[in-house]
């Protein structure tokens, strides 16, 4: 039996491993572009074990890969999978598909020391909503129903499968095993670390930045490799990523559903509008496979995915959906990987898990908003084989993804963002944002709200933690709570520091908007000015110049405030409600990596152009004037801001 030989990047990522699980038991995720050899990996790592391992993936067809590799380093293994037949757990390494093991969670009583979870974008975050109940009634599912092995059914990516089904299976064997092992391990591989909805999958990156501040399935990416990598050393094919050139969808009157993906009824509905775009499309992938050895085009829905077989050459075409009988599928993969079949059409179930080293075509004819999806679906034809000098990948739908550098994350704000590079005043981390730059390329404001660098925490004294390190507290954008003055997400609900409640925003607004004595404006900027102080009387001279402020809604309706520099007490006003936002603007715009504070009225008038302007400024009558009682920056909400449409 061939035993495999580790690659240099495969060594390092299993080292990685190893280096990380020495230190710590927080959970871990490496990342490998698919056809990188990940279940050589597992292996290597399920060789080195000491205590029983517990592999899990999706699909069978992973199953009985990684089963197969393992066992050529001579060391036997056990499947547990109802689609394959066998449950077997009496081995040190098992095998495992997330649906048996889930359904059966009573077989795994042993303690196991590490739990590898294979395709791991698709394990979500437990969800607070599954009640016991659903959870019990999910996992005491009668024994004659059909095993769920299956790829996923039509219209449903690894992003939109049901979260009881998907995430919260493995949620369940993971709680499972640490009940038995409070000090379990969790790694998990992937060519995708994240998810259509929710963005990065981890937390922390081991290149010393914070991918997330919320909770995420997993705590640290140790170890990554750019696809270029393989691809620039001959380990992976290069992809040749063309235009359509002739006809192509238009799905840019879609609407995402809940889940962030598209409805199959929408696209179906699209699609039979324009008959012949797909006519012409299947004409155009026929005319250009002529020199091609194997050709996967991926459908929008089962109707779609009908159409276009119906125009290709029957004897050497084939089509697979979710309910494709499991033998029928089995017979025409088969036959497609042995070349005996040329087109293979599917929906939504070759994207992960299927091994067919000989495409060199890829069509693409599903819309998608998920990054994760449309690289497994290219990853389909980046494998090497005999004969095979690229692969050709026409997209008909107008995904704007980047292959090798994927904007994941916050959505863009608006279509002039663009990638931008801020430093933190604090730590001094090169933060990639988006941002506006001018026609000269300098950068004119950003959309960060928190420095994504990692620091070090010597106040960290817990044990088994990486190299305690916490993230870095600068924030570009806050709200200040009311009680101690902490700095909090615009978003935040309590305070991090004192844990009072803050104030929502849009509470605010409408309870100033019903009092009669109470003017709220939308503002749309604000001009400052000298204003020559009144005459002391007792002194018989002049008192101090004031900085007066006046803000203005689009309208031209005004509110006034002044502050007296002379007086500590108002230098110390004027700098609780500019100065922190301001060092933050200053640090994009000049360059400035210090906080800066305001200490006369000469320095306040010369920053006149980037002092930070509030959304909306609050007043109250007072008996002959209107006195500000609060000011809204950095403002989300339901309520429109100056400027912006309706």
């Not at 809940?258 to 699609?271: C, E, K, R, T």
């Not at 844990?499 to 849009?506: H, R």
Request: aromatic fraction near 8%; charged fraction near 25%; charge should be neutral.
């Amino acid at each position: 039996m061939e035993v495999f030989q580790l690659r240099d990047y495969q060594q390092e990522a299993v080292s990685s491993v190893l280096k990380h699980f020495r230190k710590t038991n927080e959970s871990a995720v490496i990342v490998l572009p698919t056809g990188s050899g990940k279940s050589l990996v597992i292996a290597e790592l399920a060789r080195l074990a000491k205590r029983k391992i517990l592999v899990l993936t999706h699909v069978k067809e992973l199953v009985e890969q990684n089963h197969q590799k393992f066992e050529s380093y001579g060391v036997a293994a056990g499947i547990y999978s109802a689609g394959l037949k066998l449950k077997e757990t009496q081995h040190q390494v098992t095998f495992a598909s997330i649906q048996s093991a889930a359904r059966n969670l009573d077989d795994f009583n042993e303690p196991y020391s590490l739990i590898i979870i294979d395709e791991c974008h698709r394990v979500n975050v437990p969800s607070p909503d599954l009640s016991d109940e659903h959870s019990k009634a999910l996992l005491n599912a009668k024994p004659n129903q059909p095993p769920q092995d299956k790829l996923q059914p039509e219209a449903q990516s690894p992003e939109t499968t049901n979260k009881q089904s998907n995430s919260n299976q493995y949620q369940q064997i993971i709680e499972k095993l640490m009940q038995v092992n409070p000090d379990v391990k969790l790694l998990g591989l992937t060519a995708t670390p994240y998810r259509l909805g929710m963005g990065w999958i981890y937390k922390k990156h081991y290149r010393g930045f914070m991918r997330s501040e919320e909770k995420r399935p997993f705590e640290h990416c140790i170890y990554e490799l750019p696809i270029r990598y393989l691809i620039k050393r001959e380990y992976l094919t290069e992809p040749k990523l063309v235009d359509a050139t002739i006809e192509h969808y238009d799905f840019s009157s879609l609407r995402a559903n809940a889940s962030g993906d598209y409805s199959p009824a929408d696209m179906n509905h699209l699609l039979n509008k324009n008959p012949r775009v797909t006519q012409s499309i299947i004409e155009q992938v026929v005319e250009l496979s002529d020199q091609r050895q194997g050709v996967m085009i991926f459908a929008a829905t089962v109707e779609h995915a009908n159409e276009v077989f119906s125009y290709l050459p029957l004897q050497i075409s084939a089509l697979i959906t979710g309910a494709t009988d499991n033998a029928e599928r089995d017979k025409l993969i088969k036959a497609f990987k042995h070349k005996e079949i040329k087109f293979l059409v599917n929906v939504s179930v070759l994207t992960t898990g299927f091994d067919a080293p000989h495409v060199d075509m890829i069509a693409i004819l599903r819309p998608t908003q998920s990054v994760s999806l449309y690289q497994q679906i290219i990853g389909r034809g980046l494998r090497l084989s005999e004969n095979k000098k690229d692969c050709l990948v026409i997209d008909y739908t107008g995904n704007d993804f980047d292959l090798y550098h994927p904007e994941v994350g916050e959505k863009k704000p608006n279509s002039k963002s663009q990638p931008v590079q801020v430093v933190c005043p604090s730590c001094e981390f090169p933060n990639v944002f988006w941002g506006i730059c001018d026609d000269d390329g300098y950068l004119v404001e950003h959309y960060g709200r928190r420095c994504k660098g990692l620091v070090d925490d010597p106040s960290d004294e817990q044990a088994h933690r990486v190299e305690s390190q916490r993230q870095c507290d600068y924030r570009f954008v806050f709200k200040e709570c009311p009680h101690c003055g902490g700095e909090n997400d615009i978003a935040a609900r309590n305070c991090l520091q004192c844990l009072e409640v803050l104030v929502d925003p849009d509470d605010m607004l409408k309870k100033a908007l019903k009092l009669k004595d109470s003017k709220v404006i939308r503002c749309a900027g604000f001009n400052l000015s000298r204003v020559t102080g009144k005459a002391i009387a007792k002194a018989n001279e002049k008192g101090s110049d004031k900085l007066k402020i006046t803000y203005h809604d689009e309208e031209g309706t005004q509110l006034n405030e002044s502050f007296d520099f002379s007086k500590p007490n108002q230098v110390k006003a004027f700098n609780d409600i500019f100065s922190k936002r301001l060092s933050a603007k200053i640090s994009v715009q000049l360059g400035a990596t210090e906080s800066y504070e305001v200490t006369t009225l000469e320095q306040a008038l010369k920053l006149a152009n980037i002092l930070p302007c509030p959304d909306f400024v609050i007043a109250r009558k007072q008996k002959y004037y209107w006195r500000i009682k609060d000011r809204l920056f950095d403002y989300q909400g339901k309520y429109r801001k100056a400027n912006e449409l309706k």
